[in-house]
């Protein structure tokens, strides 16, 4: 297996290559599909603020793939119930299968007595592990594997029991692949009420991202060797555009063409902007994706994320979102105050930053083409068209960008929130300077933040905090009011658009209306002398035939006009029956003729199936009866 291009780091580049390790063989995943550094802050009093370094390893380098005998013992002694004294033979083979899968997890952990000592000088260290993939099996592998189950085993193995009811309770199922629902949610299986820390913590988070249309280029590595295959039972989570987010029980194939990003394509007209689009992209944006961030924060010294495999972007700028977080977002952290104890919460929001902000210009100021600008460019288009020559036409495909400015401003909603059930435990989780402890939440909500209406309750009454907060200076705020009022403000800016489209869809009908009421006259004054005339005329070449002239009739002319007038009754009438009823007897026909065919199918399919039988049976009996006499 080739060295990942997202670890063509310098400090990537001594890796050695574990393919060729049989230990690794039956393994999901091995050291070469991670990328792990440890990112810490520590606050300069000179300078009143905190200073960010961040240190690369080589996964390879840390792990020994061979299996602790102490963690089997430690498994096996979290499956003994404590009443009895017995083992539960189904939680020990699923633990020592985690242990033989995950088990080199362990040697990524940060020692317990470094841990602890950073906190004793204030420093903030966290490690963070990122996995370009996304199974779900994968969240139990890294809790158990990166679990300290020297101080309390059975704790580990109740807080994996919570993960997989958290899995079960928000995992949605769509004709386009598995997802979760956005969440945040403790799993801690502790039942202590003093207990400060509400780890391990799991949260989803859906985000959008740019891609394009059709098949994708290839990808620079693999991470899981099931990746593209698809299936039912299926694990993965796969990447959906923008209506398979939506429509997750309909199929959107013969859509995607109409959406905006590739619809309009305005470099095709600004020979400057396609330019920087390709510089910066590397590729036409012709598409918009929903992808999903996993964040699982072991403890406060450990924070894993995972998402989807998008390593055919480019590293420089960071499109990937690896690189996104760790070169733009835990960079980017700037604070006055001083935070320990909790630094993969903080480095929690933090990856949260990175993946909500993909597209936005808040978020990232050199981000060319954002996403708001690629709307209002697109509305700036159709309003240009609109009054030049309005028609149905336009209305349809001001329809097509209500409809995506609803999608994602339901989905940047659903992330508001999400932050906002997060911004809580940040809070009571901040320590200032000269703080000896963390301390305890005052009314801590149940474990499911986003069911719990205690914290509803909670968020209601701290929402004027919240509103002060977002107005003061980015330097005293909290990683999680910086991402609300960034976010809030994205928001603003993509309900405008949705209210000048609205009002373009009104003025379009308007304008279209208008123009109709002239159309409406020349066509009455063409129906009329049509249907009128065209009968008479077409009675008059009837009569006047060379076989026999009218003159030469014994009648008078008051037999032409009996006929005309009949004639063009009936021609009227025929028109206005089927102008208002001709649709209805079409659909009446077409459903008879559906039904139809659907009998002789059925019919034709069950005489093929009773012939099939006869002739089996007749078959077994020429059999049966060929060997009575060979006997």
């Known amino acids: 297996m080739p060295i990942p291009q997202a670890h063509r780091h310098a400090s990537y580049m001594k890796a050695a290559d574990a393919s060729t390790d049989n230990a690794w063989k039956g393994k999901p995943l091995g050291p070469q599909q991670l990328l792990v550094a440890d990112v810490r802050y520590e606050y300069k009093p000179a300078v009143g603020a905190t200073a960010v370094d961040i240190k690369d390893y080589v996964p390879a380098d840390l792990v020994v793939p061979s299996a602790s005998s102490t963690r089997i013992i430690k498994a096996a002694e979290a499956t003994v119930n404590p009443i009895d004294n017995t083992q539960n033979p189904i939680e020990y083979h699923k633990l020592t299968g985690l242990e033989e899968s995950w088990g080199w ?25 990122h996995v370009s993939s996304k199974f779900s099996e994968y969240l139990s592998g890294f809790l158990w594997g990166l679990s300290d189950l020297d101080e309390a085993p059975k704790i580990v193995a109740e807080n994996i029991r919570s993960l997989e009811q958290c899995i079960r309770e928000n995992e949605r199922y769509s004709r386009h692949g598995k997802h979760f629902a956005a969440f945040a949610q403790s799993l801690s299986a502790a039942e202590n009420p003093e207990a400060d820390e509400q780890y391990p913590i799991l949260i989803s988070a859906p985000f959008l991202d740019w891609s394009v249309y059709g098949d994708t280029p290839p990808l620079r590595f693999q991470v899981d060797r099931r990746q593209g ?79 989807s495999n998008q390593t055919w972007k480019s590293t420089f700028p960071p499109l990937q979102l690896a690189f996104r977080i760790r070169d733009v977002s835990f960079r980017s952290f700037r604070s006055s105050q001083v935070f320990y104890r909790q630094a993969s919460l903080i480095h929690t929001i933090l990856c949260l930053d990175g993946a909500m902000g993909m597209l936005h210009r808040s978020f990232w100021q050199d981000v060319v083409l954002c996403l708001t600008d690629r709307y209002a460019s697109y509305l700036g288009h159709l309003q240009y068209r609109i009054y030049r020559a309005p028609n149905t036409r336009l209305v349809m495909e001001l329809l097509q960008v209500q409809e995506e400015l609803n999608i994602i401003i ?72 910086q991402l609300t009022a960034s976010l809030s403000a994205e928001l603003r800016d993509l309900q405008e658009l949705l209210s000048n489209t609205n009002n373009l869809v009104n003025r379009t009908v308007q304008l279209v ?21 065209l009968p008479l005329n077409f009675v008059s070449s009837f ?64 005489r093929g199936t009773r012939g099939l039988m006869a002739g089996t049976a007749l078959g077994r009996a020429g059999l049966g009866g060929s060997g009575r006499d060979w006997g």
Not at 105 to 129: D, H, S, Y
Not at 238 to 257: A, G, N, V, W
Request: hydrophobic share 35%; aromatic share 10%.
């Open 513 to 533: 209306n208008i123009r109709l009421e002239d159309h409406g006259k020349a066509i009455l004054v063409f129906t009329i002398v049509t249907i009128v005339f």
């Open 543 to 606: 009569f006047g035939m060379n076989v026999e002239d009218i003159r030469n009739l014994d009648r008078n002319q008051g037999i032409f006009w009996i006929v005309a007038a009949c004639v063009t009754a009936g021609v009227v009438g025929s028109s206005v029956f089927l102008a208002f009823k001709g649709a209805d007897i079409l659909e009446k026909f077409t459903l008879w003729s559906e039904a139809r065919r659907k009998d002789r199918l059925r019919n034709g399919v069950g």
């Open 229 to 307: 295959q698809t299936s039912s039972r299926s694990s993965v989570h796969p990447l959906r555009s923008i209506l398979q987010h939506y429509y997750r029980l309909e199929e959107t194939r013969d859509r995607e063409k109409d959406q905006v990003f590739s619809r309009h394509r305005p470099w095709t007209t600004d020979r400057e902007l396609g330019l920087r689009i390709r510089s910066w992209y590397g590729q036409y944006p012709t598409a918009l994706n929903v992808d999903e961030l996993w964040v699982l924060a072991i403890d406060p010294h450990h924070v894993v994320t995972f998402a």
């Open 410 to 481: 339901k989905l940047m909603q659903e992330q508001l929130d999400l932050v906002e059930d997060l911004s809580f435990l940040f809070e009571h989780a901040i320590i200032h300077t000269g703080a000896s402890h963390t301390p305890k939440l005052a009314n801590p909500p149940s474990r499911s933040f986003t069911d719990s209406s205690a914290f509803s309750n909670y968020r209601f009454s701290r929402q004027s905090t919240l509103t002060t907060r977002k107005t003061t200076s980015s330097r005293d705020q909290t990683p999680s009011t």
């Open 105 to 129: 997890l362990a040697n990524l952990r940060r020692p317990t007595e470094v841990c602890k000592a950073e906190v004793a000088t204030g420093n903030l260290t966290c490690r963070w592990i």
